[in-house]
């Protein structure tokens, strides 16, 4: 079976099979996305999506490549499986130059297996996923990243320079997260002028928030615990 078709700007092929014949409703599609917006397809699963509040929705910009559905067609039962290229994305103003997604859907279990996003010269990377007995799993981590890839920072029009780094994983249920977080700002400079690293480590245990950090050098600490 064959199918085409068109949402908003994206054009994409099926070819495979839809089965009502039976209690289980069986669906085994392959689908090549040839030209589209990630926006279009958000929509297209927007019920699907609808308990992720964190679901970056407003994402839009070009993308292609390949999704397979298999399964049953209740979500206890249903698989969706993708591989998506973009390029010139768009979130909040934050431009990215180049995108890469591998996940989905398995049976109430939500992932990014593997996801990059690329800025002027910085890169994000890592994987999350959301169970479905709600546990969420996340390990992210940027590189060669400067305030420069800030396009918020750059509109500003200020000689600010610093190379930024964040590296986050954790896993948990909602209340109960254990997380480590860790930002650095170094090479830091305002107008030419050199500033001291800026360093911050954020742990989560039992719902509790430990922040220990230091602020330009000797210029601020930060050590204090938040419930």
């Known amino acids: 079976m064959l199918f085409r078709s068109a949402k908003g700007v994206t054009h994409s092929i099926a070819n495979g099979l839809l089965d009502f014949g039976n209690v289980d409703n069986k669906v085994d599609l392959n689908i090549q996305v040839l ?3 990630i926006q279009d397809l958000t929509q297209v699963l927007d ?13 839009k910009g070009p993308t292609h490549g390949k999704i397979k559905i298999s399964g049953g067609l209740e979500f206890d039962k249903l698989q969706i499986l993708s591989k998506l ?10 431009k990215f130059k180049t995108v890469y997604l591998e996940g989905g859907y398995d049976k109430g279990k939500y992932s990014l297996d593997s996801f990059s996003a ?12 959301f169970a479905a007995d709600r546990k969420l799993d996340w390990d992210i981590e940027s590189s060669d990243f400067t305030l420069n890839d800030f396009d918020h920072l750059v509109q500003l029009d200020v000689p600010i320079r610093g190379s930024f780094y964040v590296q986050s994983s954790g896993e948990g249920y909602t209340g109960a997260i254990q997380s480590i977080t860790q930002l650095s700002l170094t090479d830091f400079s305002v107008r030419g002028v050199v500033k001291a690293p800026t360093y911050v480590r954020l742990e989560t245990v039992n719902g509790g928030t430990w922040v220990k950090g230091k ?11 938040f419930d």
């Open 35 to 37: 030209q589209g917006n």
């Open 47 to 59: 019920h699907l999506i609808q308990p992720l509040s964190w679901f970056p929705r407003s994402l």
């Open 85 to 94: 290229n973009g390029i010139g994305w768009d979130y909040g103003g934050e």
């Open 118 to 129: 690329t800025k002027r010269t910085g890169k994000v990377s890592g994987k999350i996923s």
């Open 215 to 225: 602020i330009m050098g000797k210029q601020g600490n930060i050590d204090g615990y």
